[in-house]
């Protein structure tokens, strides 16, 4: 059974914008902190954002002022809105809880950023 499933990624140029969707199973949704990661060619799986139930937000100084981790419990639903990409946004991007439950992992979405 497929708890987490990622969507929205994509091939952007540098400055533009994407809105990636995690859609989570009911108990991962009980979680209090919910979390978007990343991890780029050769390198290891950073923590890029995270959200608590009751809405409090911490970022990556990397992507600071540009994205924003948004939920809705309605849909069961995390969002990171990215804005002004860059290159070295470049990466497969995942959700998770925070801290990641090994077993939860999915298959992530591309996100590339190139001109």
């Known amino acids: 059974q497929v708890q987490l499933v990622e969507s929205g990624g994509g091939l952007v140029q540098p400055g533009g914008s994407l809105r990636l969707s995690c859609a989570a199973s009911?108990?991962?949704?009980?979680?209090?902190?919910m979390a978007w990661y990343r991890q780029a060619p050769g390198k290891e799986r950073d923590l890029v954002a995270t959200?608590?139930?009751?809405?409090?937000?911490n970022y990556a100084d990397s992507v600071k002022g540009r994205f924003t981790i948004s939920r809705d419990s309605a849909k069961r639903t995390v969002y990171l809105q990215m804005n002004n990409l860059k290159p070295e946004d470049t990466a497969v991007y995942y959700c998770?809880?925070?801290?990641?439950?090994?077993?939860?992992w999915g298959q992530g979405t591309q996100v590339t950023v190139s001109s």
């Open positions: 998770n809880t925070q801290p990641a439950v090994a077993n939860y």
């Open positions: 009911i108990t991962i949704f009980r979680f209090n902190v």
């Open positions: 959200i608590t139930t009751g809405g409090s937000t």
